[in-house]
């Protein structure tokens, strides 16, 4: 988004106007007889070097076939033409005279500097990027009054990982991988009325508004086991995994996982189930979370197994990948993601006829939707369409969504967890355990 902000006579910046493209800006003293409904005049009533109709500045939008495209590329910037109208004492652009061979205008810069006149009304030109993630569920319908309002403002939207992004933007929030990673980097997540509102603001004096009166709603799959999430941004949980390391052996989880994990500062292997030493890998050290594979397979495998007993030689235990999603939403690891030998946090969803159930330790299927991101796994077969919920009596529903984001982009496709499966019930081993602090192998471990 362009600004032309006002410099004031200290040097400091001050008010700013933004600069809509496809819009013109006159500058001068008199507003002119007729103001087409494309113009926006700029008064500088004390200067009186300045015209009455000083000169202009155009953003020039790209034409109609080229703006989506430009609306989603974040190295697109319209251009900025400056263009004297009846200025006696001339227009400086970092105090160069507009003639000669910018008699007839200029194309401006960044971090240029404009004065019209010959005293201090002067003003500084400065490129403000906006870009927003635009994620969830989006009915078509929808879809083209987004974008309109974006291309209005100059808003960059993506909809993948990668470029550095203010806010995401939905019609409601899932419970998906994409909805944690915005809240494990603290951005806020925004319902397209937030954008609709910046875009009714006066250019004159134009602000970002404050995102709480703004928040879109939540979907049922937000009731967690401890409560309603709040999604509002919260810089705790940027460093909420630092110090700890995520063991997964299973490349699905790990793909899908490591960019949620390294978004809250946590670091994340993947290894062999087959092949891993579980005491050289030191599984019962206090910064390890090993995370329980989703396959059936794996979970029941001899591997698997001597992995458990060495966890439990040191008090420890896996942590379901559940855990993961909840300690985000909740922001904390007292429960989930507490690998201590004694601590089931409840994992279900608590949503009970339209209603929050009181939390158990009991562990239902549910699922976390996994929307595609770049890097991250997508699954392609049907069944990834569908999202699935536990309803009051511990069925598991599946309900197919409606169009997800149909032809505007491909990138963003559910893809639904494997079930997994429910938490053992925890029996103390006959030989007296170790210390959870200890991180050296027992006496005589498990042979693996």
């Known amino acids: 988004m362009w600004f032309l902000y006002r410099i004031k006579a200290d040097e400091r910046l001050g008010k700013r106007i933004l600069l809509r493209p496809g819009r013109i800006y006159i500058f ?13 005049c700029i008064l500088v009533e004390t200067d009186k070097t300045v015209g009455r109709q000083h ?13 989506l495209r430009a609306t989603m590329d974040v190295d697109f910037r319209p251009n900025v033409f400056l263009q004297n109208i009846k200025a006696t004492f001339g227009t400086t652009v970092n105090e160069n005279l507009l003639e000669g061979r910018f008699a007839d205008g200029k194309f401006l810069e960044d971090k240029d500097f404009i ?7 002067r003003f500084k030109l400065v490129w403000e990027p906006l870009t927003l993630f635009r994620g969830g569920l989006m009915p078509s319908k929808d879809k083209k009054p987004l974008f309109d309002d974006a291309m209005k403002l100059g808003v960059t939207l993506i909809d993948k990982f990668g470029p550095e992004y203010s806010h995401a933007v939905m019609y409601s929030v899932r419970n998906t991988v994409n909805t ?78 490591e960019p949620l994990i390294r978004a809250a500062k946590g670091r994340a292997l993947q290894f ?8 050289e890998e030191r599984v019962g050290a206090v910064d390890r979370i090993v995370v329980r594979p989703d396959k059936k397979t794996d979970a029941e495998s001899t591997a698997f197994k001597n992995v458990e007993q060495v966890l439990a030689g040191f008090e420890r235990r896996f942590v379901y990948e559940r855990e993961i999603y909840w300690a985000i939403y909740y922001c904390s690891t007292r429960e989930y993601c507490n690998a201590q030998y004694d601590v ?48 009051a009596s511990g069925r598991v529903i599946q309900q197919q969504p409606q169009d997800a ?44």
Not at 115 to 121: D, I, K, V, Y
Not at 272 to 279: A, G, I, Q, S
């Open 28 to 40: 001068g003293r008199k507003h002119p007889k007729e103001v087409p409904d494309n113009t926006v």
């Open 55 to 67: 000169a202009s500045i155009v953003v020039q939008a790209p034409p109609r076939e080229e703006a």
């Open 115 to 121: 004065r019209f006149g010959r005293n201090q009304t």
């Open 180 to 257: 944690l990673i915005h809240l494990a980097c603290a951005k806020p997540i925004v319902s397209p009325s937030w954008l609709r509102a910046l875009v009714e603001q006066e250019d004159d004096g134009f602000q970002l508004l404050p995102t709480e009166r703004y928040v879109p709603e939540l979907d049922e799959s937000m009731y967690g086991p401890m409560g309603t999430v709040d999604i509002l941004p919260n810089v705790e949980r940027k460093r909420l995994f630092l110090g700890r390391c995520f063991l997964f052996f299973n490349g699905d989880q790990f793909t899908k996982l």
């Open 272 to 279: 062999e189930l087959k092949t891993v030493d579980p005491l």
């Open 344 to 391: 089931l946090p409840p994992l279900n969803s608590t949503m009970v006829d339209g209603a929050l159930a009181e939390p158990t330790l009991a562990a239902a299927v549910g699922s976390v939707d996994d929307a595609s991101m770049s890097g991250a796994h997508a699954a392609s077969n049907d069944a990834s369409n569908a999202s699935f919920f536990s309803d």
């Open 405 to 448: 984001l149909g032809p505007l982009t491909s990138s963003l496709v559910p893809a639904m967890d494997a079930p997994q499966p429910s938490p053992p019930r925890i029996t103390r081993p006959a030989a007296q355990p170790q210390s959870p602090r200890r991180v050296s192998p027992p006496q005589q471990p498990a042979p693996v």
